[in-house]
């Protein structure tokens, strides 16, 4: 069992940066894949980025990459997403989750998740 907390989100404009932050706790391994996932009203859950524990391995959705980074402090059992030149579409909850095992990116391959942060990215 892993408890999963996100923190860093807010309102920002477009073009400007933000950094999420999930510390977790309770039961870590080294086996552990840590995503990111975000969700807009009346949308479904998309992907947006994973990093595997042991490795510092990384996957970006399309939608995001070459503008996000996701990162690890494994001293800190926290993991990053590094949010640069954000857009309006950007908008969403957006929500850490951790699964043991091979990293994959559809949201029911995940046990673990967070509560969620909201970001807003005004035009």
């Known amino acids: 069992q892993v408890q999963l907390v996100e923190s860093g989100g807010g309102l920002v404009q477009a073009g400007a940066s933000l950094r999420l932050s999930c510390a977790a706790s309770?039961?870590?391994?080294?086996?552990?894949?840590m995503s990111w996932f975000r969700q807009a009203p009346g949308k479904e859950r998309e992907f947006v980025a994973y990093?595997?524990?042991?490795?510092?391995?990384?996957y970006y959705g399309d939608s995001v990459k070459g503008r996000f980074t996701i990162s690890r402090n494994n001293f800190r059992n926290t993991v990053y997403l590094q949010m640069d030149s954000l857009k309006p579409e950007d908008t969403a909850t957006y929500y850490c989750a951790a699964r043991i095992g091979v990293p994959l990116t559809m949201a029911y391959n995940y046990n673990w998740w967070g509560q969620g942060t909201q970001v807003t990215v005004s035009s």
């Open positions: 990093i595997t524990w042991s490795t510092g391995s990384t």
């Open positions: 309770g039961r870590t391994d080294s086996n552990y894949v």
